[in-house]
């Protein structure tokens, strides 16, 4: 996760003789693990990772192999947890895990499509305690309807934000960066202002689940650059009224690099500290940082890469598996430099963005270290030499993303 906010406010706000104000941004000491508790979803999106669908999947963890896994998780020491699905609303025990994980000290998520969450619930969410609540939008009613394919998913899921906010539960929208709505990005940030949204989360396309079929729907990478300059300015914007809220970043590495591009043409005289404290972020956490466990109990590098399966909690407790360094794939994730391939392998900004999302790579040519082809910088930019038959976006040249349907 890139945090845009924090990084833009140390850029407006820096400490003595230029310092970027604030401490550097640590590695935690376990990963950070999203838990899919459960498959069912009452919705279909299209870009659905899980390929979930309104029915139940045999096999799930039962409450007590839950309740285990929560107290190795404890004794691992993650540092964060992000319950979600399918529709994790939809778990009958999802508000007894939710309050054990809390009362653990976990920092708990919730991460939901937001149509079930009603006036009937809304206490009891209050009551757990989350410690944030993300709420997936898409765009404004009828894109969202369309790709979320139910009508009325929009009133319903905006609803749940006011209901949230009513009680002082922190939440945040949730917008997946697609060609169907990246025009409607400046509508989606007046929403944040209109609702007094706590959170945007903007996650690139990823190739897994649905979304792999959807992959030709992914913002081209002109696109991809005037939304991320947009988030930028209006962050910026926002920072200088006095008004902090929390923008962040998922699914694209070469958010980094953009952001220090960004910052040599606005704060010249910080780029380069702002440079050092990008190297120390560090890049794509996937495999070493991040972490995920689906609804069967199966531990995987991060949630695109269900097809590659670690090991079961059920067989074997998170902290062992994830301790393990015997798989090829996560010791590559775990190697610096990763090995990476082609352009990558070559970029002058390896050490900020750490070979962006691996997944990507895969799908598109079966080797998980070869170029991203989601990454939207152009060779000069990056300081590769050109190279015609490399498929390459230029600048603000639109160029489709891969499609691997």
């Known amino acids: 996760?890139?945090?845009?906010?924090?990084?833009?406010?140390?850029?407006?706000?820096?400490?003595?003789?230029?310092?970027?104000?604030?401490?550097?941004?640590?590695?935690?000491?376990?990963?950070?693990?999203?838990?899919?508790l459960i498959r069912r979803c009452n919705l279909t999106c299209k870009h659905c990772y899980t390929t979930s669908a309104d029915i139940d999947f045999a096999g799930e963890l039962t409450t007590a192999e839950a309740h285990a896994v929560l107290d190795d998780l404890h004794a691992f020491r993650v540092p964060a947890l992000i319950l979600s699905g399918g529709e994790p609303l939809m778990r009958p025990d999802i508000f007894e895990l939710s309050r054990r994980a809390r009362e653990l000290g976990l920092y708990t998520g919730l991460s939901t499509n937001g149509t079930l969450i009603t006036e009937a619930n809304?206490?009891?969410?209050a009551d757990v305690g989350y410690d944030y609540v993300g709420i997936s939008i898409d765009g404004l009613e009828a894109t969202h309807d369309a790709i979320r394919q139910r009508k009325g998913a929009f009133r319903e899921s905006m609803h749940a934000v006011k209901l949230c906010k009513a009680r002082g539960i922190k939440v945040g929208l949730r917008f997946t960066l697609t060609r169907?709505?990246?025009?409607?990005l400046d509508d989606i940030l007046a929403l944040l202002d209109e609702h007094d949204v706590d959170k945007f989360y903007l996650s690139h396309l990823?190739?897994?689940?649905?979304?792999r079929r959807h992959s030709k729907q992914d913002a081209w990478h002109r696109m991809t650059r005037d939304a991320m300059t947009r988030l930028f300015d209006h962050c910026r914007?926002?920072?200088?009224?006095?008004?902090?809220?929390?923008?962040?970043?998922g699914n694209n590495d070469a958010d980094g690099p953009f952001l220090l591009m960004w910052a040599h043409e606005h704060f010249p005289d910080r780029a380069d500290a702002l440079e050092r404290r990008l190297t120390q972020w560090g890049g794509n956490a996937s495999g070493e940082h991040i972490a995920n466990i689906d609804n069967l109990g199966h531990v995987h590098p991060d949630t695109f890469w269900w097809d590659h399966d670690l090991g079961s909690v059920r067989e074997t407790p998170f902290s062992e598996i994830w301790r393990d360094t015997r798989d090829p794939l996560m010791q590559g994730f775990r190697q610096r430099p990763r090995p990476l391939k082609g352009r990558c392998a070559e970029c002058r900004f390896l050490s900020i963005c750490n070979g962006n999302t691996r997944v990507r790579a895969w799908k598109v040519t079966g080797d998980p270290w070869e170029e991203d082809?989601?990454?939207?910088?152009?060779?000069r930019e990056i300081g590769v030499e050109e190279d015609a038959a490399r498929r390459i976006a230029a600048p603000y040249e639109a160029i489709p993303a891969v499609d691997i349907q």
């Open 1 to 36: 996760m890139f945090r845009v906010t924090r990084y833009i406010k140390s850029l407006i706000e820096p400490g003595p003789a230029g310092r970027l104000a604030g401490p550097p941004a640590g590695k935690p000491p376990g990963p950070v693990v999203i838990w899919n």
């Open 122 to 125: 809304i206490e009891e969410i």
């Open 180 to 184: 169907e709505n990246v025009e409607q």
């Open 206 to 211: 990823n190739y897994g689940g649905r979304g």
């Open 237 to 249: 914007r926002e920072l200088e009224r006095g008004i902090e809220r929390e923008y962040v970043t």
């Open 373 to 379: 082809p989601g990454c939207y910088l152009t060779n």
